[in-house]
C-alpha cells in the first residue's frame, strides 16, 4: 500500500540554525500538508500546498518557514533560523484532492529537537 | 474560531469492554468530520470521514455517529483490543471561501488493559 514517508525520524539542532524536513507524498496525489504537533498537544496546520504554490497557511506559519516541491517527489519544509518553540513533531500529508471528504495520508513524522 | 472539544481526556479500559469517546465541535462552515488514530510517536492514522448529511460510520470495530445540528460527534469501539490502545482524535474540515483546514482536537488516549 502507498504511504508519505519522512526523513529524517528525528533531528537535533541548535537555535539559530537552518533545517530541511523532507517528504515524499504518495505519487498519485495533488495536494500536500505539513502539520506540527508540540509535546502534548494538538495536531497544528501549518501549510497546504498545490500546484506548486501555497493554497493555504496558518498563523504559525511565518517567514521563518517556507515549503517546496523541488523535484517530482519530494516535498520539503524548511526552518530559516530555527528557535526553541519550534521543538515539535512535523508530520507531512498528502491527498488527491481538497475540499470534501478527501482522505489524508499521514506520514510517519520528524521529531525537531531544537536546543 | 474553530475549536474541537473532545471527551474524556483520557480512558482506561479492560480488554474486551467497550466505549464511546465525544466530540463537540465550533467549525463552521462544516464540510467533514474525521476520526483519526495516533499511536504514540506516529502519524494520524484515518478511522472515518463523516459529511452533513451521514449520521453514522462503521469501519471494523469502531463506528462513529454525527449530529449536524447539535454539533456532535462521538466514537464507539467495540470488544476493544490491547492494539486500540492510542490516541483517538477528531478533526473538522472547514469549506469556506477557499479555506479547507482541518481542526483537530486534543484527542482521548485510550489505554485497553489485560
Redesign the interface.
Known amino acids: 500500500e502507498p504511504e508519505v514517508t519522512q526523513t529524517p525520524s528525528h533531528q537535533v539542532t541548535q537555535m539559530g540554525q537552518e533545517v530541511i524536513l523532507r517528504c515524499v507524498p504518495i505519487s498519485n496525489h495533488l495536494y500536500f500538508y505539513w502539520y506540527r504537533q508540540i509535546l502534548g498537544q494538538k495536531v497544528e496546520f501549518l501549510v497546504s500546498f498545490y500546484n506548486n504554490e501555497i493554497s493555504e497557511k496558518s498563523e504559525i506559519f511565518d517567514d521563518q518557514f517556507s515549503v517546496e516541491r523541488p523535484d517530482g517527489s519530494n516535498f520539503t519544509l524548511k526552518i530559516r533560523s530555527t528557535k526553541l518553540e519550534d521543538s515539535a513533531m512535523y508530520f507531512c500529508a498528502s491527498s488527491e484532492a481538497t475540499g470534501g471528504p478527501y482522505e489524508q495520508y499521514f506520514g510517519p513524522g520528524t521529531r525537531l529537537t531544537v536546543t | 474560531k474553530n475549536q474541537v472539544e473532545q471527551s474524556p481526556q483520557s480512558l482506561i479500559i479492560l480488554e474486551g469492554k467497550n466505549c464511546t469517546l465525544q466530540c463537540n465541535y465550533t467549525v463552521s462552515p462544516f464540510?467533514?468530520l474525521r476520526w483519526y488514530k495516533q499511536d504514540t510517536?506516529?502519524?494520524?492514522?484515518?478511522l472515518t470521514?463523516?459529511?452533513f448529511s451521514e449520521n453514522t460510520k462503521s469501519n471494523g470495530r469502531y463506528t462513529a455517529t454525527l449530529d449536524a445540528d447539535t454539533k456532535q460527534s462521538s466514537l464507539h469501539i467495540t470488544a476493544s483490543q490491547l492494539s486500540d490502545s492510542a490516541s483517538y482524535?477528531c478533526?473538522v474540515s472547514a469549506?469556506g471561501a477557499?479555506?479547507?483546514?482541518?481542526?483537530?482536537?486534543?484527542?482521548t488516549k485510550l489505554s485497553v488493559i489485560p
Open positions: 464540510s467533514n510517536g506516529r502519524g494520524p492514522v484515518s470521514i463523516m459529511t482524535i478533526v469549506n477557499g479555506s479547507y483546514q482541518l481542526t483537530f482536537g486534543k484527542g
